[in-house]
């Protein structure tokens, strides 16, 4: 019977993979749709005068940086109000290097982006230490009453700004909240009695790590399209019975990988900036003064630029026993920083305003903002006492557990967790309490695969062009709409209750979702190298992507769901549940069916869900066939189908982006 079964499937192969690629033209057809947009997009800029510069255009990008370098307007509310526009621009630059390969950019254009990227954030930084230079230097005009000392906080959606300065010198004073902040810090009594400033400058965005970690592009999963599969597995249809060990016998079936797949080639490397090293620990060094480092910005050569850039692996040191790695350095792709970054700085007080009738005078010095040495050096034994630090943690951020914090090492350009103490989190507050043994750039890290592997994960049609994605993890319920070239995160609920309402209900493209949802940490997006560090049942990239494709087809018609046995699956092999979904309700229990594919054979299951074993046999009455979309024609309706075959190229686009970003059959 299963031979009859299998000699069927094979005659009637090449025929189902040719009409299987007709429908997945639609993948070419949106392609080429976005391309055209690009184009279009890029056409309306140029017609509408746009004050804002064209951030792929060199000339207009360097124009716009230059006439900025050149404005000596101070204001720190007015650089707030550029540095959104500057923070618009970086983003433009990020979502086509995420985006590199469908944008179809040359390296020099990449390479001349991060440049862009680099040299925008590095300037945005000088700003804010030329804002804060300004407003010291008057400090004493705005002394407070009470205390005799002078503190402030000016912020925008992009900035917390906190400044405290020491006016008074009071030997008493031991700590200071900014109250519209709720950040505080402790300060040593050393310092209580000396000029010194702090500045708690909290950017809601990261300009410090590495720039590979701004720009993670999503994994690849490359397999061939059905053409390509008809031509080279003629004849080499798997005989069914064997559980499907056939096919990773046979070197001829795709199913048996010829190489490595790229997301286990990457894993090895240890990506970082190698170039703009000064640029980049200038934004966590304000000892470097503003002409240091506009002479830095003019000498940046592209030729040196190495942005993402594997270890050297030298056959001298290959036999010498590899020294332990340090336990203090954060691995950034197991931990990422979540809400932003603290800049916390002790600052020297410049010399004050002084107001002789009608004239203020100030003495001018050309060295910039100048930190204040701390602990000073002849201190380095560690006598001085630590500063303590709260920080009250963004509304708009998720930290399901207690967070890392980390300061960052300009001069090895990583994050550490070393000479910070005394961790407290308080979870109701919001407020995390630390000690330091300086000062220091902070930031709040998560673990990037708290969410994952998920519980559970459903796709299913609403509407015409119309889907909704649900993604369940331990600690957060998930849902995304989809309707025609866009997606919208409807809602994030942890414990029973609705968050993140600032970005739900906003049509936005996958990538941005992508990037919004990882920013508010909540990640279900697996990097290239998720898989090292949880505990999964790894699946074979034909299969996965296959069905992803395939997924996306007939997700017009169909619902898609997570299936328990997909676990006991193995590698080279999927399990879902599927059902033909026309209607507006939720998929009931009897209604899913079991379908297993591995990337050339869709055959339907005759366990359920709640079967006791695992068994690949196939239901009474049905046969195998080459992909899922003719394994569900066999027992589908005209109308299910008919959907499929109309449904939107833009549409079918965003779900199998959505479906390759989340991995939801790996990482469930």
């Excluded at 109250?179 to 300009?207: E, M, N, W």
């Excluded at 690949?616 to 024609?633: A, G, P, Q, R, V």
């Excluded at 199998?656 to 970003?661: A, G, N, P």
Aim: hydrophobic fraction near 35%.
């Amino acid at each position: 019977m299963m031979a009859k079964l299998a000699a069927k499937d094979r005659e009637r192969r090449e025929a189902e993979l040719a009409e299987l690629h007709s429908l997945e033209q639609k993948f070419v057809t949106a392609e080429q749709w976005k391309i055209d947009y690009r184009e279009h997009a890029k056409w309306e800029h140029y017609l509408s005068c746009d004050e804002n510069p064209d951030p792929t255009v060199l000339r207009e990008i360097n124009t716009f940086m230059s006439l900025w370098r050149e404005d000596q307007n101070k204001d720190i509310k007015l650089v707030m109000e550029k540095g959104e526009q500057v923070l618009n621009l970086i983003e433009k630059l990020q979502l086509l290097l995420l985006d590199a390969s469908s944008n179809q950019i040359t390296e020099k254009e990449i390479v001349q982006y991060q440049e862009s990227i680099l040299e925008l954030q590095n300037m945005l930084h000088e700003k804010y230490n030329g804002a804060t230079e300004h407003l010291l230097k008057t400090a004493c005009m705005y002394e407070d009453s009470e205390t005799g000392n002078m503190h402030a906080v000016i912020k925008d959606k992009n900035v917390t700004f906190c400044i405290w300065v020491n006016l008074k010198k009071e030997v008493r004073f031991e700590s200071h909240v900014f109250c519209d902040a709720q950040h505080g810090f402790d300060l040593p009594k050393s310092l209580a009695v000396s000029s010194v400033a702090v500045r708690i400058l909290h950017t809601h965005y990261d300009h410090v790590s590495p720039l590979w970690l701004q720009c993670q592009s999503v994994p690849k999963l490359e397999v061939l399209d059905s053409k390509e599969l008809t031509q080279d597995s003629k004849g080499d249809v798997e005989e069914p019975g064997e559980e499907g060990n056939k096919a990773s016998e046979d070197p001829s079936m795709p199913v048996e990988e010829p190489s490595m797949p790229a997301e286990e080639k990457t894993c090895g490397r240890r990506k970082s900036v190698v170039s703009f090293q000064e640029n980049i620990s200038s934004i966590a060094d304000v000892n470097e003064t503003g002409e240091e480092a506009e002479k830095k910005s003019e000498i940046l050569d592209v030729s040196s630029l190495s942005l993402v850039q594997e270890p050297l692996m030298q056959e001298e040191t290959s036999e010498k026993e590899e020294p332990k790695p340090d336990e203090n350095i954060v691995d950034l792709q197991q931990f990422v920083p979540v809400g932003g970054v603290y800049h916390i700085d002790a600052l020297q007080v410049p010399y004050q305003v002084k107001q002789i009738k009608d004239w203020s005078m100030v003495e001018l010095r050309s060295v910039g903002l100048e930190a204040y040495p701390y602990p000073p050096e002849e201190a380095e034994d560690g006598t001085h006492p630590p500063i303590e630090i709260t920080l009250r943690l963004s509304d708009n951020v998720m930290y399901f557990t207690t967070p890392v914090v980390a300061r960052w090492d300009p001069a090895g350009q990583q994050w550490r967790t070393d000479d910070i103490s005394n961790i407290t989190y308080e979870t109701e507050k919001k407020n995390i309490t630390f000690k330091m043994r300086a000062f220091y750039t902070v930031a709040l890290l998560q673990d990037a695969h708290i969410n994952m592997p998920y519980q559970g994960w459903q796709l299913q049609p609403t509407g015409t062009d119309e889907a909704l994605l649900i993604v369940t993890t331990v600690f957060a319920v998930i849902q995304i709409q989809i309707k025609g070239n866009h997606c919208m995160l409807s809602s994030v609920v942890v414990e029973e209750k609705q968050v993140l309402s600032h970005i739900t209900g906003k049509w936005i493209s996958p990538l941005n979702l992508r990037e919004v949802l990882k920013k508010a940490g909540v990640n279900i997006f697996p990097g290239e190298c998720s898989y090292t560090y949880l505990s999964l049942n790894k699946k074979a990239p034909i299969a996965e992507a296959k069905a992803y494709q395939e997924m996306a087809l007939l997700a017009s018609a169909f619902a898609f769901g997570r299936s328990k046995w997909n676990l006991e699956a193995g590698q080279e092999q999927v399990v879902f549940k599927v059902s033909e979904h026309l209607k507006a309700e939720s998929v009931k229990d009897k209604d899913w069916s079991l379908y297993l594919f591995n990337g050339q054979k869709a055959q339907k299951l005759k366990i359920t869900e709640s079967s006791e074993a695992f068994s690949e046999e196939i239901e009474e009455d049905s046969e195998f066939h080459s992909t899922i979309y003719h394994m569900l024609k066999d027992f589908s309706s005209k109308e299910a189908i008919n959907k499929v075959e109309t449904a939107s190229f833009l549409f079918i686009d965003v779900v199998y982006q959505l479906l390759l970003t989340t991995r939801v059959l790996m990482y469930s």
